[in-house]
């Protein structure tokens, strides 16, 4: 499969989603995060907006073309660019506004340039996993030695043969304390925090892969299990045999580039609100009273507005991806399910729903028709997702499941292979003109927003 993901996009040198997915553990949580992971790929932002990156933020060091040398006009065009983005920390949102505004450049900060970094990915919520990942290099020795971090506190270890720069006790924040580049440290974000960065080479996760990794936690138990993923030592995302497939078929809409802008997933109990019978005891099954959802006012909600739809067969998580096709923007919806045809009942019923949803409080019909969009529906078989597909809604329950469980559930599914559903919306890129000028990604972002306000019943099951 990391084969497969890799030739699809040649170009990349460094790695992508699939291999930075790859890279992470199970961290152990007692309640599932809000997200299963959070992804952005500040490249492809800036190559769906037509803007070429400079080689630096700050022209120390020598560097021919950094972002402070740019004029304010063409460094504000870069930071509109970038509100395109919402599946990250709000930390690191912010500070793509901040670049070129802070106190001083990041690489003075963390040691690491902004411009450094190509991707990041996010996994778990406080405390959580972020790893920064590019197609080269994140920083050097002579780099680190310059920046401020002794200044702030840290000191540098090895740990398991991998540089760690690292301050405080686990998991603490200090409140009473500051530091002068705090506010320059998208990590810190309003208080001084825990930290331990481990530097090192994506090959040494991914064989074949140039670049660097930055891997960022808060406390030495997280950070342990990423490195320990290296020889496989620690057990791997419990979604990853499922996200991983979902990856490749979303770049099998036709005509996007391999590259998703940005991505995240998120589990069926946070999605699901529909109004079938038996909805509340599913729903109280996954859910429990870990207080993720109100499950009386999520129902009452969805009953106003999924009346007249088709619930979907149940799914365990949904991927949402932002994509870009030439000067069109691709979001899309994928649902994983271990018989060809749920899949084909919930792509179909899906599409509909998407095409006729309108936001709450919207007085202007249809998302898709006032952004000038088209639904599109594909469904892609997936060899073995079956057995994933049942593991993945044992996850739900909180269990982990055992040896002999996953291969019942493997022999179970050894004759459906399992497939995916996909619906997503086209629709033109906003012109960059007037003085209001529309940002990208509109669609996905009124989607996340309608999630956050238990609003969005397109994806109801039965």
Do not use: C, K
């Not at 990853?240 to 109990?269: K, N, T, Y």
Request: proline share 7%; hydrophobic share 50%.
């Amino acid at each position: 499969m990391l084969a497969t993901l890799a030739g699809a996009a040649q170009a990349q040198q460094g790695p992508g989603l699939a291999d930075l997915l790859a890279m992470l553990p199970q961290l152990q949580r007692d309640r599932p995060p809000w997200m299963i992971f959070a992804y952005a790929d500040f490249r492809a932002v800036e190559a769906a907006a037509g803007i070429v990156p400079p080689l630096a933020e700050t022209a120390v060091g020598g560097a021919a073309d950094s972002f402070e040398t740019w004029p304010e006009d063409r460094q504000e065009a870069w930071r509109f660019a970038m509100r395109r983005l919402l599946a990250m920390p709000r930390d690191l949102l912010i500070h793509t506004q901040w670049v070129g505004r802070a106190p001083v450049p990041l690489v003075y900060a963390l040691g690491v340039d902004w411009f450094a970094i190509d991707r990041v990915i996010v996994v778990g919520d406080q405390p959580q996993v972020t790893v920064l990942a590019g197609d080269g290099p994140l920083t050097d020795d002579e780099t680190l030695a310059w920046s401020d971090l002794r200044l702030r506190g840290f000191a540098r270890v090895e740990r398991d043969g991998v540089p760690v720069w690292h301050r405080f006790d686990d998991d603490i924040r200090a409140i009473q304390l500051t530091d002068e580049d705090m506010r320059s440290d998208p990590f810190d974000g309003d208080v001084m925090a825990a930290m331990r960065m481990a530097l090192a080479a994506a090959a040494d996760w991914v064989p074949g892969r140039e670049g660097g990794v930055a891997v960022i936690t808060e406390n030495w138990a997280d950070l342990d299990a990423v490195l320990a993923m290296r020889s496989g030592d620690a057990a791997a995302l419990t979604t990853a045999p499922l996200l991983l497939p979902m990856i490749e078929a979303a770049r099998q809409i036709p005509g996007v580039d391999p590259r998703p802008v940005q991505a995240w997933a998120m589990e069926l109990s946070l999605l699901a609100m529909g109004n079938a019978p038996g909805m509340a005891t599913l729903l109280d099954m996954l859910a429990g009273s870990d207080g993720q959802i109100d499950l009386d006012e999520a129902l009452a909600q969805s009953e106003a507005g999924a009346a007249d739809r088709t619930p979907l067969p149940a799914y365990p998580l949904a991927l949402f991806v932002d994509l870009q096709a030439g000067s069109d923007q691709v979001n899309a919806i994928l649902l994983p399910y271990a018989d060809r045809g749920d899949a084909d009942a919930a792509a179909a019923s899906l599409g509909r729903a998407l095409a006729d949803w309108v936001p709450a409080g919207s007085t202007h019909g249809p998302l898709v028709a006032e952004v000038g969009g088209a639904v599109e529906t594909l469904v892609v078989d997936a060899p073995a997702l079956a057995g994933p597909v049942a593991l993945g809604f044992l996850a739900l329950t909180g269990e982990r499941p055992t040896d002999a469980q996953r291969a019942a559930l493997d022999a179970d599914a050894a004759g459906n292979a399992g497939a995916i559903a996909i619906a997503a919306v086209r629709y033109p890129m906003p012109s960059a003109g007037g003085a209001e000028p529309e940002r990208a990604g509109r669609v996905i972002h009124t989607w996340h927003a309608a999630i956050l306000a238990r609003s969005f019943d397109v994806l109801a099951v039965e």
